[in-house]
């Protein structure tokens, strides 16, 4: 009953932004969310991590994207955010959210929204 609902993915030139955002959703309880984060994964590759940022909003970064991405989050929405600036061809890929439910041993993961960067 509880799915992460991302948005914000699309086409960029090299040197432009995009903003994600990944919300939770669901029916039957109320629910909130520990840890959040962004992974991408590449044609071909591994699902990287990227971003995460816990509820007290602690943040860590993979190093490849320190400095020009920012992650961010709304705990009263359940919502995470990923500005993105900077973009390079290599930040191409598909982005997933994930989700760690205060009280559960459970991790949720968006369905992907992708990102594409063109030079």
């Known amino acids: 009953q509880v799915q992460l609902v991302e948005s914000g993915g699309g086409l960029v030139q090299a040197g432009g932004s995009l903003r994600l955002s990944c919300a939770g959703s669901?029916?039957?309880?109320?629910?909130?969310?520990?840890?959040m984060g962004w992974y991408r994964q590449a044609p071909g590759k591994q699902r990287d991590l990227v971003a995460t940022?816990?509820?007290?909003?602690?943040?860590n970064y993979a190093d490849s994207v320190k400095g020009r991405f920012t992650i961010s989050r709304d705990n009263a929405k359940n919502t995470v955010y990923l500005q993105m600036n900077s973009l390079k061809p290599e930040d191409t890929a598909v982005y997933y959210c994930?989700?760690?439910?205060?009280?559960?041993?459970?991790?949720?993961w968006g369905q992907g929204t992708q990102v594409t960067v063109s030079s």
């Open positions: 994930n989700a760690d439910r205060i009280g559960y041993s459970k991790t949720y």
């Open positions: 669901g029916t039957g309880s109320v629910f909130s969310f520990n840890t």
């Open positions: 940022i816990t509820s007290g909003g602690n943040t």
